[in-house]
Nanobody, 130 residues
Framework: QVQLVESGGGLVQTGGSLRLSCAAS????????MGWFRQVPGKEREFVAA????????YYADSVKGRFTISRDSAKNTGYLQTNSLKPEDTAVYYC???????????????????????WGQGTQVTVSA
């Protein structure tokens, strides 16, 4: 069973930065797209960013555009979420997710919904203090 292992969360002050990482437990695991979502207690899981593995198409929630950057290292089968200019409202548990669906090859396929992902990390807490 492939697992996604996240790291990089923590406590930062407003305006600070964190780099989240998400690595597949098996190097032979083929990722077609990776997404980052976040969740706070009592709310639904929220889309943050996604990247298609083959063409580097990237997608961002409006709330993080210009502050967060998603990237990937195919050789390491690892995805990253660079978070800059953090705000208290960014506080949440951040989850990475991966899909092996070839549907991502379609230009009109936007991997922005939890139901589109089959594999999930355990979550990493990001806390931004005021």
């Amino acid at each position: 069973q492939v697992q996604l292992v996240e790291s990089g969360g923590g406590l930062v002050q407003t305006g600070g930065s964190l780099r989240l990482s998400c690595a597949a437990s098996e190097r032979t695991f083929t990722t077609y797209a990776m997404g980052w979502f976040r969740q706070v207690p009592g709310k639904e899981r929220e889309f943050v960013a996604a990247i298609k593995w083959t063409r580097d198409n990237t997608y961002y929630a409006d709330s993080v555009k210009g502050r967060f950057t998603i990237s990937r290292d195919s050789a390491k089968n690892t995805g990253y979420l660079q978070t800059n200019s953090l705000k208290p409202e960014d506080t949440a548990v951040y989850y990475c997710a991966a899909t092996v669906s070839t549907a991502v090859y379609s230009p009109s396929y936007y991997p922005m919904y939890p139901r589109q992902y089959a594999y999930w990390g355990q979550g990493t807490q990001v806390t931004v203090s005021a």
